[in-house]
């Protein structure tokens, strides 16, 4: 099983705004396609219950919902505490909260793991000190799994900064929890990561080549989020036809013009 990219959405029915499915539902309809079910203070049936209703609003986009805990309550993929269970459970998909480089050494099969706070979080206020942007890239510097940013992302700026420092997602909660309209937060949010993790096209003279994001590994998962294409009529496509450069021509006073700036697009 792929472990997490993107906005995964992280359930807190206390703060939420509306009924948990409805929020869940409108952050779907905005682009997520990753949801962990938190509500661990609720019986085992109510919580089933409530997986079974965000697995079948995840099905409709091919998404994925994770359970908070070793029990998968019916599904296949958990996400455990840095307390533990120790070794994890043998899932299809086992993830893990850690705070620090002791807690990332700890982990042996898990397929990914969550970081947390890079930003102060009202979730959790006085939990950190927050990592920041820098302190995130020095853990998914050391780290062999993929890292989820958890803490104060809150704008599609903090999810750039995510994503530049080596992230491949982001975890949120009460910025989607809390948003009167969750399907237009995610969708910003959402938007932000594609372009993101985008390559950029650059306009060169040799044709356009392709830019990898600074700070990315090789491979991020983007399933589930639209490929960009150049727009009609953007410089690229009216220029280049089919990507090759046109011959420079001359400037009106018969001096050769200076070789065409580069061009980046997002």
Known sequence: MTPPSGVVLLTDRLVARGR????VAGAVAGGVRWVVLREKDLPRAERATIAADLRAILADVGGTLIVAGPDPLGGDAVHLPAAGPYPPPAHGLVGRSCHHQPELDRLTTEHYATISPVWPTKTKPGYGPPLGPDGLRKLVE???????ALGGVETPEQVTACVQAGATGVAVLGALMRAEDPTETA???TSAYAEAVTPKLTQTRRGVTQVPTSGLRPTV???????TV???????TARSGHGRPQPQTA???????????TRDRK
């Open 20 to 23: 948990l499915d409805q929020v």
């Open 142 to 148: 050391a780290t062999p799994v993929p890292l989820l």
């Open 187 to 189: 969708a910003a949010l």
């Open 221 to 227: 998962p983007t399933s589930g989020l639209r490929p």
């Open 230 to 236: 150049p727009a009609q009529g953007s410089s690229l």
């Open 251 to 261: 400037a009106r006073n018969g001096q050769p013009q200076p070789p065409t700036a």
